[in-house]
């Protein structure tokens, strides 16, 4: 589903990411993990085409077996890939019902979506309000959290990159996040978690862990890792 190979990613002049290599397959749900300002979310901008991050010339990103380096973040977006953002921006103006319209065009009549949006913000806990208002304007932390878990059900992307879904979100709100995101996945899609932190691992199972330190993968694994990490830190992996 997903193959990096060689990765290399400078913001600006800065190199962040070190020839980084991570394969995830399709149907997998895939945890990448790793202390503060380890390169994460630089991986997930990459990953997603955000200009701003510059991939070098050796390395490559594969979707489905071609590659979208070159892409930009619209057509990575067609294909099927949906970023969560760890600090989503608001969007004066647009409500959440507007973006799932312009994202769901000619694929859900807008009835059928809006009825299917109430029912979803029903399921995470949200009022239905939140669907009529901007996005994310003055939104709370488990309310953004919970947006973007939203959008996630409504457009059902192939691969789902969530970068720390969890920051901002109380127990609570990080139970009925995490099912909500088990329930409506399909089989053949994929999820990428990134997190710091094991919570949402009790309920949404990985098959594959991965733990970057300093903008490579430091180490690979299955879930007993997660559990390692939780035990000993990740000074001590
Ligand atoms: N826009 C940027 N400008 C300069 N440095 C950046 C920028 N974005 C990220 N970095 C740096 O890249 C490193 C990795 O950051 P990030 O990918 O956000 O880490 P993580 O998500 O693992 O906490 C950090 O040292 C951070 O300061
Ligand atoms: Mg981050």
Redesign the pocket.
Same mark, same amino acid.
């Given at each position: 589903m997903l193959e990096l190979s060689n990765l290399s990613v400078k913001?600006?002049s &800065?190199p962040?990411l070190k020839r980084l290599s991570l394969h995830i397959r399709k149907g997998e749900i895939a945890v990448l993990m790793?202390p %503060?300002?380890?390169? &994460?979310?630089?991986l997930a901008h990459a990953i997603a085409g955000n200009p %701003?991050f510059t991939v070098g010339r050796n390395g490559n990103i594969l979707f489905e077996g071609k590659s979208i380096k070159n892409l930009p973040p619209e057509k990575r977006a067609k294909l099927g890939i949906f970023l969560s953002f760890?600090n989503p921006l608001p969007l004066p103006g647009v409500s959440v019902l507007d973006l799932l319209r312009l994202a769901r065009e000619g694929k859900e009549d807008p009835l059928t979506l809006r009825t299917r949006a109430k029912a979803y913000a029903k399921e995470l806990g949200i009022d239905e309000s939140l669907l009529f208002r901007s996005i994310h304007d003055g939104f709370s932390g488990g309310e953004k959290k919970k947006v973007e878990a939203l959008q996630a059900g409504i457009l059902a992307p192939k691969l789902l990159i969530l970068d720390e879904i969890d920051s901002g979100a109380d127990v609570d709100a990080l139970r009925k996040i995490a099912r909500f995101l088990g329930k409506h996945r399909t089989k053949e899609s994929s999820i990428l978690i990134i997190t710091h932190s094991t919570r949402i691992l009790r309920y949404l199972k990985p098959d594959r862990v991965f733990v970057?330190r300093e903008g490579a993968i430091a180490r690979s694994g299955t879930s007993v890792l997660a559990t390692e990490i939780e035990k000993k830190g990740f000074e001590n992996i």
């Open positions: 913001v600006g &800065k962040i790793g %503060n300002g380890s390169g &994460k979310s630089t %701003n760890q970057m």
